[in-house]
């Protein structure tokens, strides 16, 4: 449960009135379409909502669907009627239906619009979904929206006739849902083996000179892809059980980037999931020689091990450490911050850098509660000999409150933005 969050459950009335309000919907959305003579309908699976009451409770269910009901309508607003309906299913559970009354002679609706509508309203909610959670305890993934055609007929049941056309936009959305996942696998697959993944560098700074201490290799995708962002990447490689496969190639095309580029000084770091030091070119003489060939030594590589990771598995994540120490490489424990168990965390690993989470950095300037863990989170940090590497900084106000608590390092768009590493500030 999220810190400060209560658990409220519906009560028996308010599931009665729902139901109601589900019922009365129906029959009007029936009435409509007896004097309209046709309907278009969109079908919205929010199943996401189970895991909002689950970790949250009704109240704030009731929110987040109120909220997918209200973007719903904004991305629709152009195309919505006085006569049409945004409403909840009374068949199935978490799912929104839109309902577009039209003369049967609605041609160009029906056959030009009602079909681009589907893609382009889940792209929207997709866009939005951060209004949609609750918390980062919920993930809210694409969601399926599929559409369907009703033309209504005198010697049919409405009720039927509405029944039918919802469980076919149903299957239209589950179908297009299977399209662009198996669009995703293709293009996640064609990135691993195709070497053609394009890596980004961030400089990371010490906050007191400016000197730059090294660069965070980070996966950037093309605007026009698939992908939404780097992290959508990665959760679609987790879903298609190829997470440890894309890590390698990022991994090596990070390696690759930084051939004979780097100074004496300065260090990659590398993102990197637990399971990675099972690759046999993480084992010591081939890791030995990779390096070499990329003009590197192991004091170069610093491996990024998530905080979250640890939460899954501390075990694998211990394991990970002492291997990769083993080999002579540093290790940071990032996202320290992002969770009540990061300070245990910290303590437990011992790792050489600690990156404290942009929610923390946020803001961080003129947020007292945000500074008393800062300075709780440095304080440890400099209890087990590690520094500090604040992720996120984008003003100058932060970034002279971060000083002022201790933080040692930092990385944020304040102080470079990702790009080649030949074209970012080596100062």
Same mark, same amino acid.
């Given at each position: 449960m999220a810190s400060g969050s209560i658990l409220t459950p519906p009560s028996a009335e308010a599931e009665l009135g729902h139901e109601r309000q589900a019922r009365a919907d129906i029959d009007l959305a029936l009435r409509r379409l007896s004097e309209h003579g046709a309907v278009g309908i969109l079908t919205?699976?929010?199943? #996401?909502?189970?895991?909002? @009451? $689950?970790h949250h409770g009704h109240t704030a269910y009731r929110r987040s669907t109120s909220a997918l009901v209200d973007l719903t309508r904004k991305s629709l607003e152009a195309h919505l009627m006085p006569s049409d309906m945004v409403i909840e299913s009374d068949s199935r559970v978490d799912e929104l239906l839109v309902l577009f009354f039209r003369p049967r002679s609605s041609l160009r609706f029906f056959v030009d619009v009602l079909p681009t509508l589907p893609k382009a309203l889940s792209q929207f909610l997709t866009a939005q979904r951060h209004r949609l959670g609750h918390s980062d305890l919920v993930d809210v993934p694409a969601p399926c929206v599929g559409h369907a055609l009703v033309l209504h007929s005198p010697a049919a049941q409405l009720r039927r006739e509405l029944a039918i056309g919802i469980e076919r936009a149903r299957d239209d959305g589950d179908l297009f849902a299977r399209l662009e996942r198996q669009k995703r696998r293709h293009e996640l697959t064609r990135m691993i083996l195709g070497r053609d993944m394009e890596i980004v560098y961030q400089p990371i700074f010490e906050l007191a000179t400016r000197k730059v201490l090294g660069y965070e290799a980070l996966l950037r995708v093309p605007p026009d892809g698939v992908w939404r962002s780097p992290s959508d990447v990665f959760v679609t490689a987790e879903r298609e059980e190829l997470i440890f496969e894309l890590d390698v190639a990022c991994r090596m095309a990070a390696l690759r980037g930084v051939r004979?580029?780097?100074?004496?000084? @300065?260090?990659? #770091?590398?993102?990197?999931i637990p399971s990675a030091i099972h690759d046999p070119r993480f084992q010591r003489g081939q890791f030995g020689h990779l390096l070499?060939? +990329?003009?590197?030594?192991?004091?170069?590589? !610093? !491996?990024?091990?998530? @905080?979250?990771? +640890?939460?899954?598995?501390? $075990? *694998?994540?211990?394991?990970?450490?002492? $291997?990769?120490?083993?080999l002579g490489i540093s290790v940071a424990l990032d996202d320290i911050g992002s969770s009540p168990s990061s300070i245990s965390t910290l303590m437990d690993l011992d790792?050489?850098? /600690?990156?404290?989470?942009?929610?923390? !950095?946020?803001?961080?300037?003129?947020? /007292?509660?945000?500074? $008393?863990?800062?300075?709780? !989170?440095?304080?440890?940090?400099?209890?087990?000999? *590690?520094?500090?590497?604040?992720?996120?900084? @984008?003003?100058? *106000?932060?970034l002279e409150a971060l000083r002022t608590i201790g933080v040692r390092y930092g990385q944020g768009f304040h102080l470079g933005r990702p790009d080649r590493l030949e074209a970012l500030p080596r100062a």
């Open positions: 919205i699976d929010a199943g #996401f909502l189970a895991a909002v @009451e $689950r004979n580029r780097l100074r004496h000084e @300065e260090h990659l #770091f590398l993102n990197t070499a060939s +990329c003009g590197l030594e192991p004091r170069h590589i !610093v !491996v990024e091990l998530s @905080e979250r990771s +640890c939460q899954r598995n501390l $075990r *694998a994540v211990r394991e990970a450490r002492e $291997r990769l120490r083993a790792p050489e850098y /600690v990156k404290i989470d942009i929610a923390l !950095v946020r803001s961080s300037d003129g947020d /007292v509660a945000r500074q $008393r863990l800062l300075r709780a !989170v440095q304080d440890t940090v400099d209890a087990i000999g *590690a520094a500090s590497i604040a992720e996120g900084i @984008e003003t100058a *106000a932060e």
